[in-house]
């Protein structure tokens, strides 16, 4: 105990001595004595333990405090140049790791990060040179042959890329990855005997790969030895008649000789190849489908299409491409329908698919058909919003209200950052709509209060809140102004017109109601609703306008309204207000 007394009070008077130092005299304190380089490694730790704890103020403060006790302490420079650079000092910064990399050459990790500084702020030059003075001291780290080709390659200096491409296969031994690396280099170059040494040299080693042969005869095909090129193309298939590459080569072979027969007949035999699958595959008929329709249109690509789309592999893939284009077209959707379905029948979680067949079903106002289509489609993408949006719409005009409700607030419940608060605020509208058909104003004044919180300039809910509330007898002025808004908006729109003069109608201004008829009708007759129809023949009945009422009335009865206070405001010829909410 009394020992460890001891050593606690000597080291308390050993960092009061270097504080006082500290205080008294702005130099930097030096640790030559054995109590000092404690000090420093007290200070040292601490100074970690703070950082590592996330106090990185006072790690900061510690870590500098160290730099005072030892001024040329490469771990501490280190750890400082970490903290300028965050704090966005830095000329700090590279300063000190410039130290850190001096004081302590043998290093391997304060030298890279020295040449990561330099990267950091733009100076590729003192990059590059601190990467060419590692590889001098570190020639076995492969890593850094990799940062010089890499800069070599961008700065277009090919050949040096090359003498460093050439040093990792000194290190690493041949690889595949560097070898095409060099060879694309030597095609820049236009060193063909080069670049095809190259990929001879990798065929020695793996005379099985038939596809670095294939790029053999690419490369002579590009410098216009076609003659050599088919040779290999021909040979390549003569050994595995399925290799893919070999088949894209050849066809472009012929197609570069103007040889469409040859040509067409070899990208067949290719989209027929079940060892050409994926990306690439897809890729490629893309591709050839819009050469096609330059050269040969419709009359080669419909069948086309249509027999690859029947290949027993590839079939979603195939099929999609094969719906894009017959949208393209603009087919009818007896022909499209089947195409679409094919796709979820071996992809069910397709997109494109679920929601082009969704699209068709909302086209043709088949709302069962919309519930199916959403349904389905929730059950693998439960993310996508419209999907709910959509099903939603499809209840209310099913006069299915709760499920309608219930579907459009999981719409809100699932939506992510990807859409915005007006698409939120679509949701609430519906719901309001939904709501007040149910005759439940009150959840559907809160449901549009909601909608005009997440878009207060939402003119879908600015028109439905104040004509519902104008036919509930509510505030005939808020309903006014919440009007205007939408009128000043789009002032051609036949909807909010006709729900601005209503309002105005029932404040009893009938010759301004009459100035909105006018408007009305002369924008469209044959296109308004029995609606608008009907309410633009009271606002002429109450002007004193029989005859004219009584025309509107008749095209309102003509387009659907079969009301029974129609009819007698037509028989007798007078208005009559009907006291009930329409």
């Not at 100074?47 to 302490?73: I, M, Q, T, V, W």
């Not at 990467?131 to 890593?143: A, G, I, N, P, T």
């Not at 410098?223 to 066809?251: R, W």
């Not at 929601?355 to 079903?361: D, G, N, R, S």
């Amino acid at each position: 105990m009394r020992l460890v007394m001891c050593l606690l009070m000597f080291l308390v008077l050993s960092f009061s001595d270097v504080i006082a130092g500290s205080v008294n005299d702005n130099r930097a304190v030096t640790c030559d004595t054995v109590s000092c380089e404690r000090t420093f490694d007290y200070f040292y730790h601490q100074a970690l333990s703070k950082r590592e704890a996330g106090l990185y103020d006072e790690a900061f403060d510690l870590f500098e405090h160290c730099l005072l006790l030892a001024p040329n302490s490469p771990i501490v420079q280190s750890e400082l140049y970490s903290m300028y650079l965050y704090l966005g000092r830095k000329d700090e910064a590279i300063n000190m790791i410039k130290n850190a990399a001096a004081g302590d050459s043998d290093n391997y990790w304060y030298r890279s990060m020295l040449a990561s500084a330099y990267e950091n702020i733009g100076n590729r030059e003192e990059a590059k040179n601190t990467y060419l003075d590692m590889v001098k001291d570190f020639s076995s780290r492969s890593e850094l042959y990799y940062l010089l080709a890499q800069m070599y390659i961008e700065d277009a200096e090919y050949n040096k890329a090359i003498e460093a491409l050439n040093d990792i296969e000194r290190i690493e031994g041949k690889n595949e990855n560097i070898t095409l690396k060099k060879y694309e280099l030597y095609i820049y170059l236009q060193e063909r005997e080069r670049a095809v040494n190259e990929l001879q040299q990798l065929l020695d080693e793996y005379p099985e790969d038939l596809n670095v042969k294939v790029l053999i005869g690419d490369t002579f095909l590009e410098f216009g030895d076609t003659e050599k090129a088919l040779n290999i193309y021909e040979s390549v298939l003569e050994v595995e008649p399925d290799n893919a590459k070999a088949q894209i080569a050849l066809a472009e072979y012929y197609n570069m000789q103007g040889n469409d027969s040859l040509y067409t007949a070899s990208m067949e035999q290719l989209f027929t190849n079940s060892n050409f699958i994926g990306d690439e595959r897809s890729r490629a008929l893309i591709k050839y489908v819009a050469m096609k329709e330059r050269t040969d249109s419709t009359s080669y690509n419909m069948p086309f299409l249509e027999r690859v789309a029947n290949l027993p592999y590839e079939q979603a893939p195939n099929n999609e491409i094969y719906a894009n284009y017959l949208m393209m077209k603009e087919v009818s959707n007896d022909t499209l329908v089947p195409v679409l379905e094919t796709i979820l029948r071996y992809e069910p979680e397709n997109r494109f698919a679920q929601l082009q067949l969704l699209k068709i079903a909302i086209e043709q106002n088949d709302y069962d058909k919309v519930i199916q289509r959403c349904d389905t489609a929730i059950l693998y993408n439960p993310e996508i919003m419209e999907l709910y949006y959509y099903r939603g719409i499809a209840c209310y005009n099913k006069d299915m209200y709760p499920e309608a409700i219930a579907t459009l607030r999981k719409a809100i419940d699932v939506r992510s950052q990807d859409y915005n608060d007006e698409f939120v605020s679509d949701m609430y509208s519906i719901i309001g709509d939904v709501y007040h058909s149910m005759g439940n104003n009150r959840a559907s004044v809160e449901a549009y209060d909601s909608a005009l919180v997440y878009n207060s300039s939402n003119i879908l809910v600015l028109n439905n809140y104040a004509y519902n509330i104008t036919v509930d007898g509510g505030d005939l002025e808020k309903a006014e102004d919440m009007s205007y808004r939408t009128i000043k908006a789009e002032p051609e729109n036949i909807t909010y017109l006709d729900t601005y003069m209503w309002i105005l109608f029932k404040q009893g201004r009938y010759s301004e109601a009459k100035a909105y008829a006018e408007k009305l009708l002369s924008i469209e007759t044959d296109g308004l609703d029995k609606v608008l129809l009907h309410h633009c023949g009271d606002v002429f009945a109450k002007c004193g306008e029989m005859e004219r009422a009584l025309e509107l009335w008749q095209l309102a009865v003509d387009a659907g309204d079969d009301s029974k206070i129609l009819k007698k405001k037509i028989k007798r010829k007078k208005y009559y207000s009907d006291g009930k909410k329409r």
